[in-house]
């Protein structure tokens, strides 16, 4: 009887198998690393079709209905994170697919904590300085400090309290945005507003929604013309909450400052994407707002804890979130 085959797709960064030990399933499983992203549902049906446990990494790799047809031995799947909205839960229930997450670990704080590093990366304009410094130059255009600022959250989860937390050390004007939250939710420092007032008073705007039917496109070009001319956009959240057209417009055309985006419609972004022919207005990172060696290290042991739970027919262990 042959041993059960697990894929652990989109290790980028070739770190799965050196952050975890996973040797452990040395003579009962084989395993194989996908370092690329498999991109067409053809080319990952075929390129999976033989293998009894997918491990995920967040939602690099979709996983729908019409992929999950075409897998036969299909038995598990590991997500790294307690969601993810890439896989068609029904399907893999349908299929008698388990489906297992990992904790978040400290993937919100890290996002939390790049999502800061781009508002003050934007405010002062790091990279233009940098590419200038590298081309021979010295002084460039001077930044603008972020003390005294408003900062408008467009969401109040885990991540944008974070945010607020360091907006508010930063001696900024904090308020927020949400469906869910009243203002006795809210701590002292951040003021609870509508999304129109949010667009209208925010120097800086960060994202902080879930991707759902509504938010799709939540900022496009009417909430772009409500934002100040030199108002700075971050999305750390996902890249489909932005209308991509109608932001590299306004950014051609000055209607906002700058942005900075670490999440994308597509993933990875095709080399000859638009968006990475716009200036020094727009700061692109490769959605690494959860990619620490810490996050990482606790997403690949648990990923390896999960897939052990599974080949023994045990229950998830307490780090373990069993999604279907």
Not at 127 to 152: F, I, V
Not at 201 to 207: E, G, I, P
Request: glycine content about 8%; aromatic content about 4%; overall charge negative.
């Amino acid at each position: 009887m042959s041993l059960p085959r697990i894929a652990i797709l989109d290790d980028y960064q070739g770190l799965a198998l050196t952050l975890a030990d996973w040797t452990v399933l040395d003579g009962r499983a084989e395993i194989e690393v996908f370092r690329e992203n498999l991109g067409s549902l053809d080319r990952a049906a075929s390129a999976l079709a033989e293998f009894d446990v997918l491990c995920l990494m967040r939602e690099r790799q979709g996983l729908p209905r019409e992929l999950i047809e075409r897998l036969p031995r299909l038995k598990c799947v590991v997500t790294s994170g307690v969601w993810n909205a890439a896989i068609d839960l029904d399907a893999a229930k349908q299929r008698g697919i388990v489906v297992l997450g990992t904790s978040n670990g400290r993937g919100q704080r890290a996002t939390a904590e790049l999502t800061w590093g781009l508002i003050q990366a934007l405010a002062r304009n790091i990279p233009g300085q940098d590419a200038g410094m590298r081309a021979g130059a010295w002084a460039g255009s001077p930044g603008r400090m972020l003390e005294g600022a408003a900062l408008g959250l467009m969401g109040f989860g885990a991540i944008a309290a974070m945010v607020a937390d360091y907006a508010h050390a930063f001696g900024m004007k904090v308020y927020a945005a949400s469906k869910s939250k009243t203002a006795s939710d809210l701590p002292a420092h951040v003021s609870l507003v509508g999304e129109t007032t949010l667009l209208e008073v925010a120097d800086v705007l960060s994202l902080h929604v879930r991707l759902t039917a509504e938010t799709r496109g939540l900022i496009g070009e009417s909430q772009l013309k409500l934002m100040k001319r030199d108002a700075l956009l971050v999305n750390t959240a996902r890249g489909a909450l932005v209308d991509q057209s109608a932001l590299i417009r306004a950014l051609q055309n000055g209607d906002i400052g700058g942005a900075a985006l670490d999440v994308f419609d597509q993933e990875p972004l095709p080399p000859h994407h638009p968006l990475r022919q716009l200036g020094a207005n727009l700061i692109l990172s490769p959605h690494m707002g959860y990619v620490t060696r810490e996050t990482m290290t606790d997403f690949h042991l648990q990923t390896r804890d999960a897939v052990t739970a599974w080949l023994n027919a045990e229950e998830p262990s307490s780090l373990i979130f069993k999604l279907v």
